[in-house]
């Protein structure tokens, strides 16, 4: 069993800043990639950033230059700092691990979201 909890949403201002924090738990072997996606009302859930285990990062054209996304493997944590915030970023917010369990069986795990919010 493996918990993904994450925090840091909110409302925030255009221009503003937000970390989002994703902690990850339980019958954890090792923890592969992990990432952030976010899925606004009426839309897919979409890839916004995502990291390896050691530490390569990629992050969908729209957020580059503005959200850094890292990872603390010592804490099983994923960070994303977003910068210079436009509305168009409002959505929930998803973390994901793909992680391998003690049972030698390896799943993506999904956290249960985190609402971000940023008004104009």
């Known amino acids: 069993q493996v918990q993904l909890v994450e925090s840091g949403g909110g409302l925030v201002q255009a221009g503003g800043s937000l970390r989002l924090s994703c902690a990850a738990s339980?019958?954890?072997?090792?923890?592969?990639?992990m990432g952030w996606y976010h899925q606004a009302p009426g839309k897919q859930r979409e890839l916004v950033a995502g990291?390896?285990?050691?530490?390569?990062?990629n992050y969908v054209d729209s957020v580059k230059g503005r959200f850094t996304i890292s990872r603390d493997n010592a804490k099983n944590t994923v960070y994303l700092q977003m910068n210079s915030l436009k509305p168009e970023d409002t959505a929930v917010y998803y973390c994901?691990?793909?992680?391998?369990?003690?049972?030698?069986?390896?799943?993506?795990?999904w956290g249960q979201g985190t609402q971000v919010t940023v008004s104009s």
């Open positions: 990291i390896s285990s050691i530490g390569h990062a």
């Open positions: 994901a691990a793909d992680v391998m369990t003690t049972s030698w069986v390896t799943n993506t795990y």
């Open positions: 339980g019958s954890i072997l090792r923890i592969n990639n």
